[in-house]
């Protein structure tokens, strides 16, 4: 399974805009980037993913290296409420399968200060 | 509409115990997994079911571990003897049959396990 590598840790200032990155240089061509969020003491949550283009929705905007090596998750402005655990995962493009699951690394803690 | 509800949140059993966790996943969701998560670490896939069928389970410590999903809804995720490193949080999610590599997972928030 493709891997992908991410910042240990990382600091934000409320209402500032947040850039998390993610490098997956062995990523496929089927691929998909997915980030999910993890705040304390509960589960997973979706947050968006792609493939080629840069993509947005209500929670955040996902920006995709030309060449898919890297990503970069964006939050156009952080609040306390953002603080969490952020995890960029590949997904293989498959239906259904051994390989249909989420691989989840340590992720970015991120901290949001007011 | 209901998410993942899972139950027990919290459970604190002696080892050598059984301890059994419940999920309920999202009405129509025919793919359910169970993951475990230790702290400071990323969720770890322990099986996944398609409907009834257990699709993957490579990772699941058959020994000691079981689960089932009888008609293809709940499932149940089971340790006997539990022991001291099974100390973590168990988490379920489910998802509709994931098309091209799309379908979002839906987690519940989890059973947090300890043993002494």
């Known amino acids: 399974d493709a891997k992908t590598t991410q910042p240990n840790s990382m600091e934000s200032n409320e209402e500032e805009p947040v850039h998390l990155p993610c490098n997956h240089s062995?990523?496929?061509?089927?691929?998909?980037i997915h980030w999910y969020r993890q705040l304390p003491s509960q589960g997973p949550e979706y947050v968006i993913h792609?493939?080629?283009s840069n993509v947005n929705n209500r929670m955040a905007s996902l920006a995709i290296a030309e060449d898919r090596k890297s990503s970069t998750l964006i939050l156009h402005r952080a609040t306390l409420r953002d603080a969490a655990v952020y995890y960029c995962?590949?997904?293989?493009?498959?239906?259904?399968?051994?390989?249909?699951?989420?691989?989840f690394g340590t992720g970015t803690l991120l901290a949001v200060q007011p | 509409e209901a998410g993942v509800v899972q139950s027990p949140r919290y459970k604190i059993i002696e080892k050598k115990q059984p301890v059994a966790f419940w999920c309920n996943p999202i009405?129509?969701?025919?793919?359910l997994y169970w993951y475990l998560q230790n702290l400071g670490q990323g969720p770890e896939l322990l099986i996944r079911?398609?409907?009834?069928?257990?699709?993957?389970d490579s990772q699941l410590p058959k020994d000691r571990f079981s689960a089932e999903r009888l008609k293809g809804v709940d499932s149940t995720l089971k340790i006997q003897p539990a022991e001291l490193g099974d100390s973590a949080v168990y988490l379920c999610?489910?998802?509709?049959?994931?098309?091209?590599?799309?379908?979002?997972?839906?987690f519940g928030e989890g059973s947090r396990l300890t043993v002494l």
């Open positions: 792609g493939l080629t």
């Open positions: 062995t990523i496929s061509g089927t691929d998909y």
């Open positions: 995962i590949l997904r293989p493009n498959h239906y259904g399968g051994a390989t249909n699951k989420l691989i």
């Open positions: 999610a489910s998802s509709l049959v994931a098309v091209r590599g799309t379908g979002e997972l839906f």
């Open positions: 009405s129509g969701h025919n793919t």
């Open positions: 079911y398609e409907n009834e069928e257990a699709v993957d």
